[in-house]
């Protein structure tokens, strides 16, 4: 069955551009058919988007399983002395990542195609990786993205992930706290928990 986490989606591509305004400032994005979340920012990204906070040490920040690249161009525009890089599986995707980066003019973002982080060198660390998490891919698999991230990071870099509390955030956050020093609930909504691990 075909997934948004399908490496080359074979359904109908099917475009939709809208609005997204943060912090007063407006944002245009092109989201397709074959993506998560086509049409609109869904609730946990937001909520990612508003509870991340710029790392105190310096370097990238890299966006796993970018879709469209709504929370990495969004930090782009918060912290644009960072660079920010963004990966996805999806083909589609990264097409419209690239797009986003390119129509809202942001210069110092890039995206590209990759199966976890297995695309990146192994010696790039970041200072600060955010994930919304594809739990329809199984625990098993998100859980080894998880230990890529933190394999990832520099000293003291910053682990941000937003999860539903029925899809695991509980579990999720004891097996955080299994690979890193500190895990912090930083904010929780509706449901959804914000987890920073540090």
Request: glycine share 8%; aromatic share 10%; hydrophobic share 35%.
């Amino acid at each position: 069955m075909e997934h948004y986490y399908s490496k080359n989606p074979q359904s109908k591509f099917t475009t939709e551009t809208w609005e997204y305004i943060y912090n007063g400032h407006p944002l245009t994005f092109t989201s397709g058919s074959g993506i998560f979340s086509k049409g609109k920012i869904d609730f946990g990204s937001q909520l990612l988007i508003q509870s991340f906070q710029e790392p105190e040490i310096d370097g990238e920040i890299l966006d796993v399983g970018c879709g469209y690249g709504i929370i990495g161009i969004t930090l782009d525009r918060a912290y644009t002395k960072r660079h920010i890089t963004m990966i996805d599986i999806n083909e589609r995707a990264i097409e419209l990542s690239n797009r986003n980066i390119q129509q809202n003019e942001i210069s110092n973002a890039s995206s590209f195609q990759s199966d976890g982080l297995s695309s990146l060198p192994t010696e790039t660390k970041f200072a600060a990786i955010v994930m919304n998490p594809p739990i329809r891919v199984g625990k098993a698999k998100v859980y080894d993205l998880f230990k890529q991230c933190q394999s990832a990071l520099k000293p003291s870099g910053e682990f941000w992930i937003v999860i539903q509390k029925k899809q695991g955030a509980p579990s999720a956050e004891k097996f955080l706290s299994t690979l890193f020093g500190e895990v912090q609930i930083v904010n929780r909504k509706k449901g959804y928990v914000i987890l920073k691990s540090k």
